[in-house]
């Protein structure tokens, strides 16, 4: 009977962690306002070491439109200008020799399309990785039959995993329906 709250146990912490990849992509695409978090998956040489932006710098958001980058050493600037102007964000940074100012421009109709398209292929992960957590715990349960376990609590184990992928499929659909939300706004 352990055995199979173990495995109940590891399905769950599976799919809440579908779910945060799945939160955490929605986070990188962005939605028309300017978010420090537009920039975390960018990395800088710091002296010799791929670095997050944000281990460097501090981001700030003046204003909706806009985002500004105060490296702590100022030899970073030109380094941080490279990578922002080098990754696929499409942002012109404009460095004043102290600061890096991003213009966040408005989002076309199209290209807003295009990023609710790009967050349903992230949520259509988000749901295959939860069904697939969902048929590798009930692989493992079924190998339990063989061993020692009943039929009947092999069952209820069942019932019980579709009953969690039924709620975090909910919840990645909830996630998507936000995020389309806040990306179709104007």
Known sequence: MEELELYLEEAQDHMEKSIQHVAHAFAKIRAGRAMPNMLDGLMVDYYGNPSPISQIASINTPDARSLAIKPWEKNMLPLIEKAIINSDLGLNPQNDGEIIRLNIPPLTEQRRKDLVKQSKN?????????????????????????????????????????????????????????????????
């Not at 992960?125 to 349960?141: A, C, E, H, P, Y």
């Open 122 to 186: 992230e949520a259509e992960l988000g749901r295959v990785s939860i069904r697939n957590v969902r048929k590798d715990t009930n692989d493992q349960l079924r190998k339990l039959l063989k061993e020692h376990v009943s039929e009947d609590e092999v069952k209820r184990a069942e019932a019980k995993v579709q009953e969690f992928t039924d709620d975090y499929i909910k919840k990645i659909e909830t996630l998507l329906e936000k995020k389309e939300a806040e990306i179709m706004t104007v």
